[in-house]
């Protein structure tokens, strides 16, 4: 035990000695170790970095591409089809054009005109190319250097994400986005490139680009540009036009040759040099010399054409024709060319007589500024104003001006009672002189206005009482139609003085006719035969009913004339006889077969025999409305032959993608007279125009002249109605609120010299023709007291007359000193004699 415990204890203590001397040696060598690992680790170190840096950027990357890739794929959600611009339908200029061809008027949302890529010039491609995107076609749809700088230039302004972008990008973001600037948008905008390239063709991509660019002044692309600025077509650009047509649509407010020149140029020269660096490597088929060329070539811009359309009524007319043929949304995307009958310099011709004409009027009843108070004698006292319970938009009514600003170039107005404004702007017929509104008129003048607009504000927070807008009305209004009678096409039509959009009154405008309607209630007597121009018929007072009609004021009763004379003075008493024996009835249905399509029939008055009172006999003098359009047609049909057919205007309407719209039936043609019956007629009218008919003037036209006069109750319309072998001419006058053009004011003084002056530029030096006479109508000389064949001998007081065979005169006038019943029963009222009667013969 002891040798054991001695054994223990002994090795304990060299365990302990010898664990001593370990534990040294062990920190001796741990000494060492740790020494030679830090010269190791400061040799590795660095590769260790290295490696770290290296896969936390695989990792950065990975999570990053995943991170874009989620971002593309969040932002990639319900994005449109870029397949649809296969099938877009741009916004484009329908135009108006007349019947050579001259542009009358535009109708567009966006002045826009598609053209293929085959008809833009490489010139302008390869300038827009040098402005926009040279690597166009190299690239995928976007730059990617170009796209990392934008991205760059983004984040350190804070989110505003912009820069260069590619014309797929620019055509994506035009086409298929919105402007607005943010990454979500620019993510959006790349991801559709991509797509667009992958669908189009590099050609097909560009196509779609310059047709949709804009080049300001509401025009966009090339095409409309091209017009614009140089009045050409897109395909006949030189390089140094197409180089400043391509700097444009940078900033088309600041870089237009139009209001910034200088600008334009440098842009024009930033282009050309962009051209001639990159020429080499992208279109080296371009010179230099030509490059050079453009540099010294001056650019000529075409004058602007004109702001307002030189026929608003006519492009109106074919915009509602449009609409009505295609729809409303085709007509919207617009693209058509619609070809009308109208001859511009006639409608710019007949335009300008109506203003003479109606100028005329002004002067002769001193409508011209500067506009006075009423001069009053001493104690006279002014006549107020009628008091108007409550304005009405469209009304007229009877003003006073109150006050006048120079400033905002205003009168002010009370108008029955209300406070009113008017701009003198606009007014150029009543102002020549160009006064302003404290010269233009006096406070306390009357003046006629029309309302525009109620006010706004009933009661206003300045204590200025609101003031309803309105208008000057100090003239009439005017309407004048020129027609071809063989086709029917409407060679010029004017809707009143301005040429400006608004009421038409030449189709919409519904006017009682006077004694222009006379002329139909004569052919149907002629058609029925029961007149013949030779029938005598009483010029006297009639009662029928509770009518009692009166010739016009000044004229005497004649007593027994012949058919021809009563038509060539207008007689009402003969065209009320002639209504009485042949029924309004049929002189309504004759009507419409004319084409009238108004309202030619009145009810009856209260307590009236249906059964004897004929309420529609009133129509016999023109007493019901009619559109100065039918009026027209109608009297084409004694000018065509006894035809009618229905007027045109839309002759052609050519689609966006060049194939004709059809045009609806326009209604048959049928015959209403005999071209016998139709020369009778003719040759009446004719009377109208002689010595002493109511037309008399119209014979400075120097042609044959087929026409009648008309004037309405209290001189409210007046008219001139007229024919030549080779046209139809219609025109009216007249106030829109329908009151008095004065007593003086009649068919043969107010309209008549409108329509030889309209009449004789349309003519122009035409080969003079006649009225060409059918040869079943016969020729007879007959008495011109009685309208029969002369007595035995008689060769004094006999005049040529036309029939219809079957109705010339059987019996012979009595010889002078007989007495027949006629005159046995006019004895008490006998016709004058020694009166001049216009004779005509054909």
Request: hydrophobic share 40%; proline share 6%; no cysteine.
């Amino acid at each position: 035990m002891a040798s054991r415990d001695r054994s223990t204890s002994g090795g304990g203590r060299n365990a302990r000695v010898t664990g001593s001397r370990s534990t040294t040696g062990a920190r001796s060598g741990s000494s060492r170790g740790s020494s030679s690992r830090g010269r190791l680790a400061k040799r590795t170190s660095p590769w260790r970095w290295v490696l770290r840096l290296f896969l936390a950027s695989i990792v950065a990357l990975v999570i990053g591409a995943l991170g874009v890739a989620g971002l593309i794929a969040y932002h990639s959600r319900d994005l449109p089809d870029v397949r649809t611009l296969r099938d877009v339908e741009e916004p484009q200029t329908t135009r108006v054009v007349d019947r050579e061809g001259e542009v009358l008027g535009e109708i567009f949302t966006e002045r826009r005109t598609v053209v293929s890529i085959d008809r833009i010039p490489r010139v302008l491609v390869l300038s827009v190319l040098a402005a926009e995107d040279a690597d166009f076609y190299q690239h995928e749809g976007f730059d990617y250097a170009g796209l990392f700088r934008a991205v760059v230039r983004g984040i350190l302004s804070g989110g505003r994400f912009r820069g260069t972008s590619t014309i797929t990008q620019q055509l994506v973001k035009n086409m298929l986005l919105t402007s607005e600037r943010s990454l979500a948008r620019k993510i959006r905008e790349l991801v559709l490139a991509y797509r667009l390239e992958q669908e189009f063709t590099k050609d097909e991509i560009l196509e779609l680009y310059l047709n949709h660019i804009n080049f300001g002044h509401g025009r966009y692309g090339v095409q409309e540009a091209a017009r614009f600025y140089f009045g050409k077509d897109v395909s006949e650009l030189t390089l140094a036009e197409a180089a400043m047509l391509a700097g444009i649509p940078q900033s088309p407010t600041h870089l237009s040759p139009r209001t910034h020149p200088e600008a334009a140029r440098r842009r024009q020269e930033f282009v050309l040099a962009q051209l001639e660096d990159k020429r080499e490597e992208h279109w080296p088929d371009l010179s230099a010399e030509e490059i050079q060329r453009a540099r010294e070539t001056p650019i000529e811009l075409v004058p602007l054409p004109e702001s307002r359309q030189s026929a608003p009524e006519i492009v109106e007319m074919a915009r509602r024709t449009l609409h009505e043929l295609v729809g409303e949304e085709a007509a919207r995307r617009g693209g058509y060319t619609i070809h009308v009958t109208i001859d511009a310099d006639l409608q710019r011709s007949t335009r300008a007589a109506l203003q003479e004409g109606l100028r005329g009027y002004d002067d002769r009843h001193d409508l011209e500024a500067p506009f006075r108070r009423q001069r009053l004698r001493r104690g006279e006292r002014p006549r107020p104003l009628d008091r108007v319970a409550e304005l009405r938009v469209g009304g007229t009514y009877d003003a006073m001006i109150t006050d006048r600003d120079d400033q905002l170039g205003t009168i002010g107005l009370d108008i029955g009672g209300h406070q009113g404004v008017a701009s003198i702007d606009g007014v150029a017929r009543w102002n020549a002189d160009e006064l302003p509104p404290s010269r233009f008129a006096e406070e306390g003048a009357r003046v006629r206005v029309s309302v525009l607009a109620l006010p706004e504000d009933d009661d206003p927070d300045d204590g200025v009482p609101a003031r309803a807008r309105a208008r000057l009305e100090l003239g009439p209004q005017g309407a004048a139609i020129l027609l071809d009678p063989r086709s029917r096409e409407v060679l010029a039509l004017v809707g009143g003085y301005d040429a400006e959009p608004g009421f038409n009154r030449a189709v919409q405008a519904q006017r009682q006719p006077g004694s222009t309607f006379k002329p139909f209630v004569y052919a149907l007597g002629i058609r029925t035969r029961r007149f013949t121009p030779a029938s005598i018929v009483i010029d006297a007072p009639g009662v029928y009913g509770n009518w009692q009609p009166r010739n016009f004021e000044g004229e005497e009763y004649r007593g027994e004339i012949r058919l021809r004379e009563a038509l060539a003075i207008s007689s009402n008493a003969v065209a009320a006889r002639l209504m009485d024996d042949l029924g309004s009835p049929a002189v309504v249905g004759f009507a419409r077969e004319l084409g009238f399509t108004t309202d030619l029939e009145a009810a009856p008055s209260a307590g009236a025999d249906p059964a004897t009172a004929d309420v529609n006999m009133a129509l016999a003098l023109g007493a019901r409305e009619v559109r100065p359009i039918e009026l027209a047609n109608a009297y084409a049909v004694f000018a065509s032959g006894g035809r009618w057919a229905p007027w045109q205007l839309v002759s052609r309407i050519e689609g966006p993608g060049g194939t004709d719209v059809p045009l609806p039936s326009r209604g048959e043609p049928h015959d209403v007279l005999s071209t016998e019956e139709s020369f009778v007629v003719t040759s009446l009218l004719t009377s109208v125009v002689a010595q002493g008919g109511t037309g008399a003037r119209a014979r400075d036209l120097g042609r044959p002249v087929a026409a009648k006069t008309g004037t309405s109750n209290e001189a409210r319309d007046v008219w001139f109605a007229g024919f030549t072998p080779e046209l139809v001419g219609v025109v009216w006058v007249g106030f829109d609120d329908q009151r008095s053009l004065g007593a003086r004011e009649t068919g043969g003084r107010t309209a008549l010299p409108i329509w030889v002056s309209a009449m004789r530029t349309a003519i122009g030096d035409r080969p003079r023709t006649e009225f060409p006479q059918p040869a079943a109508v016969l020729t007879a000389t007959v008495d011109r007291r009685t309208g029969l064949l002369p007595y035995a001998g008689q060769t004094e007081d006999t005049i040529e007359e036309v029939f219809l065979e079957g109705t010339v005169p059987t019996e012979h006038a009595p010889e002078p000193g007989t007495l027949d019943a006629a005159s046995f029963l006019m004895q008490d009222d006998p016709a004058p004699e020694g009166e001049p009667t216009p004779e005509t013969a054909p």
